[in-house]
C-alpha cells in the first residue's frame, strides 16, 4: 500500500508562502495520479489538489486556485505543493495519497481510503 511521508510544513504570516513535499513509497509511483488534502480543526479532510501520474494535468479546488501549485519528480518519487499567498485560512494538516482515476472525482475515491501519513502541519498567522 502506498505510503507517503510528508515534509515542509511550518508556521507562516498571512501573504508569505510553504512548499510541501510528500515522498511516497509501497506503490508504482509514476503510474498513480497524486493529491493534497488537508483538515482544519474540527473540521473533515478536504481535497485540495491533485496531478496526474505523468504531471501534465492537474487539478484544484477552488479555495487555493491560483495560490497553489502542485508538481512531481517521478525520478524522486515526490509529490511537491507550492503555496504561496497564504492565509489564516489555510492552516490545516496536510496529506498526500496516491490514486488512479480522473482528476476532478480524486476526492471522492479517496473518502474510503484506510491509510494516511503523519500529515505536515501548516499554521498561517494573521
Known amino acids: 500500500q502506498v505510503q507517503p511521508v510528508e515534509s515542509g510544513g511550518g508556521l507562516v504570516q498571512a501573504g508569505g508562502s510553504l512548499r510541501l513535499s510528500c515522498a511516497v513509497s509501497?506503490?508504482?509511483?509514476?503510474?498513480?495520479?497524486m493529491g493534497w488534502f488537508r483538515q482544519a480543526p474540527g473540521k473533515e479532510r478536504e481535497f485540495v489538489a491533485a496531478i496526474s501520474y505523468s504531471g501534465h494535468s492537474t487539478y484544484y479546488a477552488d479555495s487555493v486556485k491560483g495560490r497553489f501549485t502542485i508538481s512531481r519528480d517521478n525520478a524522486r518519487r515526490t509529490v511537491y505543493l507550492q503555496m504561496d499567498s497564504l492565509k489564516p485560512e489555510d492552516t490545516a494538516v496536510y496529506y498526500c495519497?496516491?490514486?488512479?482515476?480522473?482528476?476532478?472525482?480524486?476526492?471522492?475515491?479517496?473518502?474510503?481510503?484506510?491509510?494516511w501519513g503523519q500529515g505536515t502541519q501548516v499554521t498561517v498567522s494573521s
Open positions: 509501497g506503490v508504482p509511483f509514476s503510474s498513480y495520479g
Open positions: 495519497n496516491a490514486d488512479r482515476g480522473p482528476l476532478a472525482t480524486m476526492y471522492i475515491r479517496t473518502a474510503t481510503y484506510d491509510y
